[in-house]
């Protein structure tokens, strides 16, 4: 009613809760410049951000209405809306074209290409895409995977892991690398990205339930355009961005995620542009893959494409 | 009979609040699975869950012994002498207070991702309590007990052996109570860190794939590894201890 | 062979001071049987205290055969005012307990316990728990605990108080005959004046808090000696009255 | 003095060990940092910690009060009716055996991000002691005491705050020592699963951007918290009790 | 008024079956002072239970004015062998617990307690805790604690075993007083002969275990009572011989 009208006449803003993909490091620091910068408040949006953890507890999130829109990695998000599990969101955006994930070892050690992973550890995420992704890889890399032995961990260990040699190479997001060179003592990374042979695959994705998708799209638009804009300033200012984000998480490395923001950028296009021929050949990638039944999704379901940026 | 059936009800009544629940605020079973899903994930797939269940179980086992072992042990050391007590106490309680979550990813760089760093996180997560729980015990010896055994001249170890201790044991209990369940917990938060297999493995995956009814089958596989290891103590304290109820009202 | 000189003890609490005992003078020689009488609160059991060196002297000092009590000995035996039995032993196990602490051979010594345990009427409860006995049977099987090592000096703090007559006179002349055979050196607190006069060589009468030696009096009656019926009956009645009057 | 000059020994000792362990081995700053890392860890942003430090103890002092008046209530219904006990105690024990670390993600899509999940989950890591220490204490009335109050014609209520709770509160503390020092590692493993703020939000976002100096001051931090903590309890039994120790030995 | 009807009472435990009490029958009227005499183990402190509601019989009815004691009533108070006093309140504290518990006026029984108190010569120690007493002060406290309500029944379980002559007569003395000043109906455990001929208008004598009544014996002698001085030595002397006869 009439309380919440502020005096300058302009309607109340809208209150949003939104989540990180992954914490906050390099690949998340538009959500801060957004704030910072005041794109939220000039499109009539009051955003709390919160930390985000792995893709499946954020989509709980998600599905429980405590969060509203989120940064998530889009393949394992579109995996698991195949399987049937959660379905009731829609992308509205992609940060990353492709996916990030990537084989990474370091120079000196016995892992210098993905065929000699053969015999080796490989450290990642249990579950995560990384881990679900890896036959297709393998397959398409020439790696014999039987021979090939998986280490689990949670993501925010597995730099420790490779540096201090418990695991001869990891499967993680390749914008992880300049933070693993510091942690080896400078040693440098070798990254060989599985996009390379999965080039239909999306990375992280701004994505939203469809309870606001199509119950509120208007305030799905604004929070899109707001969010792109500040990943536009973002690629264009790393250092900035990354010390903006460091002022509102002081745990936050800016060395790190100005190495992120670097990293990434080859992979962002700031429209957020997404592509529905694409779309439809990840879907297919997923399905040859079997790693989601055969026609369990189409583009529609799985993106907007009333909001997302098609052009 | 009765022994049997009351927590039988009890159980059964849990269940049914939390069935109802589910049904009655429509929850998403990502969120909430209601108990015939929990059933069904169980089914699906009974020997795997079983075998994890065992591998948690061999887990906990182990660090619960060492953990008591050593609780006995430092607990003595420390009522032996008030100057070791003095010393040491805070650097334990520090020690203690060190957030097992954040010392688990230390563990594996240091100690590899066998069983080994999964025993060592379930020692130190209930180590604590057995040890707090002896010293209390060990300190609250009545007065004419301590006189009886300074005036018999027993030696340290037989004061311990013969009159502390076991004066101490039902409030040893009281710690390993506490250090069980806690135990679980370890090799959980551990399997968690590490999740090559056990129960804490299947919670990740199940996680990883919004597969909450497995979660949840593997909670509760650990709620009832957690219930029948905490009866197996207290039954082991009936046993060890009949006059502790005998002489209290 | 125990020594006291000018001993006195000083409780000191949150409450203000006590003062327990208050120079207290007393030689006791090897083999001798000492009573002690006073009233309730006048030091008895911190004096005996003092001797099994449980607790120390405030002021003065106390020494056995001539070197101080810093810390309990092996052979004084101390049997406390209340039965402080182990709940979790049988009657037998803690009879047996200093025993196994002296590390004394085991089997001959549980024949003797068998033996002390049925002499003070507990045949039939040697396997029983000490919350399953009434507490005079609690303060027989302290007694046992305390006579089993035959030990030089025994301090016993009134060890028939939650007795019967009859018990406490059949036991009295049991401990008599024990000291008669093998004569330890023995303080006996009491409250009751003829059981005092039938035990002891030298009764010591303590004045009121703060406990002070008012008397040290001789019993020279012959040994054995029993309740009444002997040919001793009025020297007996005569230092009972005595006793009686110091007291009163 | 020695009170003192003892604890602080301890602490420098085992700092002192650390520091050589990490010179001596070479070992790498992201693997275990040493002491003086830590400091200027610390001192590179002292303001912050600080204000994260107060999150954590808030949560923490909170979610042990709550715990507290939690347990004792459980613990008198437990003890008071044995058919209570029969038919709740296992379900408290299944409770409580649900690793935490599972627990935490369901109780923000519940409970949201505030402060509210997190004292949630230090209640629900926190009471379990309290209420076996509790129970135990409740229990060991001395059965003189217990005839005392039954033939005084006592009730319930006067039986428990007159006689068997005081009775029972040196066993209580023995309960809140342990409940303490997990209440504080309740507090962080909350903020770990949403590392909004507090130190177990350092903790997680300083491991992912591998500043392990930063986690390690939080550790500290956390280890001082917890050490403060305890003594707290410590101090108040020695003020609520002091009976206990007049009467061991 | 307390009517015990073929009364046993049986233990069973691990260790097999003990009987403490057989076919007890008694009656004692309203007002009326009995004291209990018999051998250790005999089942006297298992009568006071089963009197106080604490113990049900195993045969058997135990009635007071009529109706079955099924569990403790208010108006019945045991003074427990043990001093049973909490070790966190003072001894006043102590003795005002029966007060707050039956919330009594507690201004006006402050001032009885202070007074029992000094009466029993613990003046001085008000503000003592328990474990700052002798054996004999604790036991004084729990006396206080069982008078101060001045209750219909008083079921005391050797209320002097630990305290010394002099105190006992003194105690005795006072006992006999408020009796006759206010006659509660009381059963009064003890192991002294001369302190049941003093006290009691009747004396119970059991048998060992299993305690059965062997005999009940009045004791004519006017009140008030004392110790030997008064005219009638030989009557209380006739009585106390008989009950030695009876016991030996
Ligand atoms: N809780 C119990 N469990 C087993 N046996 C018991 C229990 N209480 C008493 N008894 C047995 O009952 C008998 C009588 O005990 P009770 O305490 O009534 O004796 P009493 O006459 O008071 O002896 P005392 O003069 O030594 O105090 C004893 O043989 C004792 O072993
Ligand atoms: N631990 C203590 N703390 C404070 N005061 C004490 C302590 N022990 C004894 N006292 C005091 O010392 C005095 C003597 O006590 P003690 O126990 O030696 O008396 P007692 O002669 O054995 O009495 P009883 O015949 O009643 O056993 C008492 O006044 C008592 O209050
Ligand atoms: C350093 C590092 N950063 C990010 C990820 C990626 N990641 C973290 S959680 C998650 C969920 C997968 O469904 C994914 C992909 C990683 N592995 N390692
Ligand atoms: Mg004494
Ligand atoms: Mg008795």
């Known amino acids: ?311 | 009979m009765k022994a049997v059936a009351l927590p039988i009800a009890g159980v059964l009544g849990t269940i049914a609040v939390w069935w109802a629940a589910t049904v009655v605020f429509g929850i998403r079973q990502i969120i909430l699975p209601a108990p015939p899903d929990i059933v069904a994930a169980f089914r699906a797939q009974p020997g795997y869950l079983l075998r994890e269940t065992g591998a948690t179980a061999t887990e906990t086992l182990t660090g619960f012994g060492l953990a008591v072992v050593a609780g006995l042990v430092v607990a003595v050391l420390l009522t032996a002498w008030r100057a070791v007590e003095r010393a040491m106490l805070p650097v334990l309680v520090a020690l203690n207070s060190i957030p097992k979550v954040a010392l688990a990813p230390l563990l594996v760089v240091w100690l590899g991702f066998g069983s080994r760093p999964k025993v060592v996180l379930v020692v130190l997560i209930c180590v604590f309590p057995v040890v707090v729980a002896t010293m209390a015990g060990l300190t609250s010896t009545p007065a004419e007990l301590g006189e009886l055994s300074r005036s018999l001249s027993a030696s340290p170890w037989q004061t311990y052996v013969k009159i502390r201790l076991p004066w101490a044991l039902p409030q040893v209990f009281t710690g390993l109570k506490v250090a069980v369940t806690l135990a679980v917990i370890g090799a959980v938060v551990a399997e968690i860190n590490n999740p090559g297999n056990g129960l804490g493995a299947v919670i990740v995956q199940s996680g990883m794939s919004l597969d909450t009814p497995l979660a949840f089958a593997a909670i509760t596989l650990l709620a009832v590894l957690s219930t029948t290891l905490f009866y197996l103590v207290v039954a082991l304290e009936r046993w060890l201890v009949p006059w502790a109820r005998a002489i209290s009202g | 062979m125990i020594d006291l000189e000018r001993v006195s003890r000083t409780f000191t609490t949150r409450g203000g001071e006590v003062a327990a005992l208050r120079d207290i003078d007393l030689e006791i020689a090897e083999g001798q049987f000492v009573a002690v009488i006073g009233r309730s609160g006048c030091g008895k059991s911190t004096l005996l205290r003092l001797m099994a060196g449980l607790l120390a002297p405030t002021a003065g000092r106390v020494t056995i055969d001539g070197s101080p009590v810093l810390r309990p000995r092996r052979d004084v035996v101390l049997m406390h005012q209340l039965p402080a039995l182990l709940p979790w032993r049988t009657v037998l196990g803690n009879v047996m307990l200093p025993v196994e602490i002296q590390r004394l051979p085991r089997a001959e010594y549980q024949a003797r316990a068998a033996e002390l345990l049925d002499t003070v009427g507990l045949a039939g409860f040697h396997r029983r728990h000490p919350y399953e006995l009434s507490g005079g049977m609690q303060q027989r099987v302290a007694l046992c605990r305390a006579l089993i090592q035959r030990p030089r000096v025994l301090l016993m703090d009134e060890p028939f108080s939650a007795l019967d007559a009859l018990t406490r006179e059949e036991l009295a002349a049991q401990l008599q005959e024990m000291h008669l055979t093998r004569p330890a050196t023995t303080v006996f607190v009491t409250h009751s004046i003829s059981e005092a006069v039938l035990l002891a060589d030298r009764v010591v009468v303590l004045s009121a808090r703060p406990g002070q030696v008012r008397r040290v009096l001789d019993v020279k009656i012959p040994r054995p000696r029993s309740f009444g019926h002997n040919a001793h009956v009025a020297d007996a009645a005569a230092c009972i009255a005595e006793l009686h009057d110091l007291l009163y």
């Open chain 1, 1 to 311: 009613g009439d309380d919440e009208q502020p005096d300058n006449g302009k309607p109340a803003a809208d209150k949003v809760t939104y989540l990180t993909a992954f914490g906050a490091v390099g690949r998340d620091a538009f959500a801060w410049v957004a704030q910072e910068k005041g794109y939220f408040r000039d499109a009539g949006i009051d955003v709390t951000i919160q930390l985000g953890a792995a893709t499946g507890e954020n989509l709980k999130v998600l599905a429980a209405g405590q969060a509203q829109f989120a940064n998530l990695d889009l393949t394992g998000t579109w995996i698991l809306a195949g399987k049937g599990q959660y379905k009731d969101v829609r992308t509205i955006a992609a940060i990353h074209q492709q996916t990030l994930v990537s084989i990474i070892s370091l120079e000196g050690s016995a892992v210098a290409k993905p065929k000699d992973l053969e015999g080796r550890k490989l450290g990642a995420a249990t579950g995560s895409v990384n881990q679900l992704l890896f036959p297709a890889y393998a397959t398409l890399a020439g790696i014999d995977q039987s021979r090939v032995q998986w280490v689990n961990a949670p993501p925010p260990q597995l730099p420790a892991l490779l540096a201090s040699g418990r695991v001869d190479a990891l499967s993680t997001f390749l914008i992880g690398a300049k933070g693993l060179e510091k942690a080896a003592g400078g040693k440098k990374t070798i990254v060989n990205p599985y996009s390379a042979y999965l080039p239909e695959l999306y990375g992280n994705g701004l994505i939203a339930p469809v309870s606001i998708t199509q119950g509120n799209p208007d305030l799905a638009r604004r929070f899109r355009d707001a969010a792109l804009k500040g990943l536009a300033y973002t690629i264009e200012h790393p250092q900035e961005a990354a010390e903006i984000m460091k002022k509102a998480q002081p745990a936050a490395d800016v060395t790190a995620a100005v190495g992120e923001i670097t990293l990434m950028t080859p992979y962002v296009k700031t429209s957020g542009v997404i592509d529905k021929q694409r779309v439809a050949g990840a879907i297919a990638t997923l399905e040859k893959n079997k790693l989601i039944p055969p026609g369990s999704l189409t583009p529609e379901a799985v993106v907007d494409f009333a909001l997302a940026p098609t052009g």
